[in-house]
């Protein structure tokens, strides 16, 4: 444990879309935190709407959520870590409600105090700017796009010593929309072998669940995006047994008829495509999207047919049994994540954002 503030640089979302490299100051870690050397931390799409000001955490803000490296100091009560101990960062919880008792971390009763409140339990904010005003951190329990991180216990993801530097920086991505894919896949969907599986989306989330969602033996596994350019771009690797469909070539509704024709009867409704294409007993997994999006669904129709419409935070995954069980998939050569990845140097976020704005990477990650 050290007793000293702790400068470090990080990156610091402004108002007005600002986002600047600054020098910050932590507060020594309180008793249920941990203080980490970030050697990776990649990019998600909620980094880029919390810079925005359009997500739960608001502006000034260090952002970052999906990070890796090492122990450096434990506050008073830590038990799970120590300093050294290689570490995966994931979204924290309180692991003692109801909801986290029942393994579902993901619906934790205090998620949002823990993860979008950018202060202590006790309301202290640990961070300040070099005007020494306080910036919010602690951004899903961690604000990792920082060279060091000031981290809840609860989001560290204990790592084997047997993971190398360079698969650590890797691992950085499963904290968040590479684990929120494929649990979608593995913990709620839970395809048995001859599903007919359609991920809408070819972003790191949903390329996840497609690798997730192989294994599994599917009869038709498709894949659409209304992106001819990152579709181009995508691993072959990745793609293996997917029909792809780019949306953008297709009429609403000769986009549903294709896909109907893919997967079978599927049954007319309202709101989306996906919806539209379901089969009976189908179900439809919100796993992202705009939080304006208001859907319509025919209640009498779901009900007919036996149709589910389901959401799904972080996959429903338990970060300390998710990310070690993607890893061993990774190992075994069945979920290649990394070919999902770009790196760039630290210093290099507004050219990462820049390029996943634009389609030509897939899923940014950032070296320090």
């Known amino acids: 444990m050290t ?33 980490v050397s970030i050697i990776a931390a990649s990019v998600c799409h909620s980094d880029v709407r919390a810079a925005q000001g359009t997500f739960h955490l608001k502006p000034p803000l260090i952002l970052g959520h999906e990070g890796s490296g090492y122990v450096q100091a434990v506050g008073s009560e830590v038990t799970y870590v120590k300093p050294g101990n290689a570490v995966v960062l994931a979204y924290s919880s309180c692991g003692e409600c109801r909801r986290c008792q029942a393994g579902k971390a993901a619906y934790c009763l205090d998620l949002f105090g823990l993860n979008f409140s950018g202060r ?6 640990p961070v300040k700017d070099a005007m020494g005003e306080g910036v919010n951190g602690l951004f899903f329990g961690q604000s990792s796009m920082a060279r060091v991180a000031l981290v809840r216990e609860r989001s560290c993801v204990k790592i084997s010593t047997l993971c190398s530097k360079d698969e650590l920086r890797m691992f950085a991505a499963l904290g968040c929309g590479v684990q929120t894919g494929a649990g979608a896949m593995m ?3 839970k395809p048995t072998e001859g599903s ?6 070819g972003g790191a989330v949903g390329l996840s669940a497609i690798a997730a969602a192989r294994p599994t033996k599917p009869e038709c596994l498709v894949l659409v995006d209304n992106s ?12 293996e047994g997917v029909t792809v469909l780019d949306s953008s070539t297709l009429p609403h509704e000769d986009l549903v008829s294709k896909l109907k024709s893919l997967t079978l009867d599927g049954n007319e409704a309202v709101a989306t495509a996906a919806y539209e294409c379901l089969d009976k007993m189908g ?53 290649p994540f990394d070919k999902l990845l770009t790196p760039f140097r630290f210093e290099g976020l507004k050219h990462a954002m820049a390029e996943m704005h634009a389609g030509r990477a897939i899923k940014a990650i950032l070296y320090t």
């Not at 470090?8 to 490299?21: C, G, H, I, P, S």
């Not at 202590?120 to 904010?125: F, I, L, Y």
């Not at 001819?228 to 793609?239: G, T």
């Open 283 to 335: 179900m439809v997994m919100n796993i992202g999207g705009s939080a304006t999006a208001q859907p319509k669904y025919a209640v009498e129709r779901n009900l007919v047919n036996g149709l589910t419409i389901r959401g799904t935070h972080q996959g429903d995954s338990v970060p300390r049994d998710m990310i070690p069980k993607l890893i061993e998939m990774w190992r075994e050569g069945k979920f």
């Open 228 to 239: 001819s350019v990152k579709l181009n771009m995508i691993p072959k690797e990745l793609l």
């Open 196 to 201: 007919r599986i359609v991920v809408f989306g």
């Open 120 to 125: 202590r339990e006790d309301g202290v904010n």
């Open 187 to 189: 913990n709620v969907a």
């Open 3 to 35: 007793d000293q503030d702790i400068k470090t640089e990080a990156w610091v979302a402004r108002a007005d879309n600002k986002l600047n490299l600054e020098t910050v100051t932590y507060l020594p870690p309180g008793p249920k935190e941990v203080l």
